[in-house]
């Protein structure tokens, strides 16, 4: 049997929807039918349900599916234990990050690696969170490395993944400071002079976190929307051209506070928690896997020790 076969089961059970997962397999609609109809000969059992107006799959199907995710688990571990060495003679690994997380913990996490592996490839996808979520789901990463806030749900199924903790970080109002060092903008405002805003996407994590603080009872502040982007990198970039205050991760602007180019504009009770998560496959068993879970749970002991 192919196994493009399970994969575009797998696929199509993901999405339950064959226009969106014949574009996400790159066929046509009726090459993905005919496909999904070889599969189901094989196993000598129909999976998908066409006579219902909405895609479901048949009880035998809902048995499979867990079943065809684990063969290709077991199938990509063995593909990556056979290539685990690249022509270098360098093992290879594939990860997804959030921007800020790939400029700040994600360093320390590869150069313990090295330590523990010797020479290592490392693949990194550095993007907003839907995007590194998706590769993880999709299996084109090994790894994500996210933020995490008690007030939201990843959208990552559990029976899949688990992850560590493996550090924290804090979210801070910071603004440029006027020339006798105080903050050019300070919360919470007023009414008749609202604070400039720099702020994240409305569907990004640190958005969604960030509009739950200002827009609750027990913080009130006055702000004025200005300017929008996902990246924390490019909000510092608008804020020390004193184009407003935004929120921060506190490991990508500590250098600017200590150099005084960069100061807070409120006080700590403004602050907001995160961990820093390594997600990883539920069944992770190969030799590289094990590697680099146990430099990542060193991680998450330090960090869980860390003095706040």
């Known amino acids: 049997m192919d196994i493009k076969l399970l994969e575009d089961f797998v696929c199509l059970a993901t999405l339950e929807n064959f226009t969106a997962a014949s574009r996400e397999r790159r066929v046509t609609q009726s090459a993905l039918s ?4 070889a599969l189901e000969e094989w196993l000598g059992t129909g999976l998908i349900n066409r006579g219902s107006k909405t895609f479901n799959l048949t009880p035998q199907g809902r048995v499979f599916l867990p079943e065809a995710e684990l063969i290709l688990r077991r199938l990509y571990n063995a593909r990556e234990a056979a ?4 022509s ?3 093992t290879e690994i594939s990860v997804a990050a959030q921007n800020s997380i790939a400029q700040t913990l994600f360093l320390d996490w590869a150069k313990r690696l090295e330590a523990k592996l010797g020479k290592v490839y490392i693949r990194l996808t550095s993007e907003k969170l839907s995007d590194c979520i998706d590769l993880l789901n999709r299996g084109h990463v090994n790894y994500l490395f996210c933020y995490a806030n008690g007030a939201l749900t990843l959208p990552l199924d559990t029976n899949k993944f688990k992850y560590t903790t493996v550090g924290k970080e804090q979210l801070i109002p910071v603004t440029v400071p006027k020339p006798d060092k105080t903050p050019l903008f ?5 009414i008749e002079d609202p604070l400039p805003f720099v702020a994240y996407a ?3 994590l640190f958005g969604k976190v960030v509009n739950q603080l200002i827009q609750g009872k027990s ?3 006055f702000l004025s929307r200005r300017y929008e982007n996902a990246y924390s990198h490019m909000l510092k970039s608008m804020v ?12 990508t602007i500590t250098r600017d506070l200590e150099q005084g180019t960069l100061c807070r504009a409120g006080a700590e009770h403004w602050d907001m928690e995160f961990d820093i998560r390594l997600y990883y496959h539920h069944d992770a068993i190969s030799t590289t896997e094990l590697a680099v879970l146990e430099a990542s749970m060193k991680m998450s002991e330090e960090a869980l020790n860390k003095p706040a």
Request: proline share 6%; hydrophobic share 25%.
């Open 34 to 37: 005919r496909r999904i109809k």
């Open 83 to 86: 290539n685990a060495l690249n």
């Open 88 to 90: 270098d003679g360098q």
């Open 186 to 190: 300070r919360l919470p405002g007023s």
């Open 202 to 204: 409305h569907d990004s």
């Open 219 to 221: 913080h009130q502040c």
């Open 240 to 251: 020390k051209e004193s184009l407003g205050l935004a929120w921060l991760p506190k490991s």
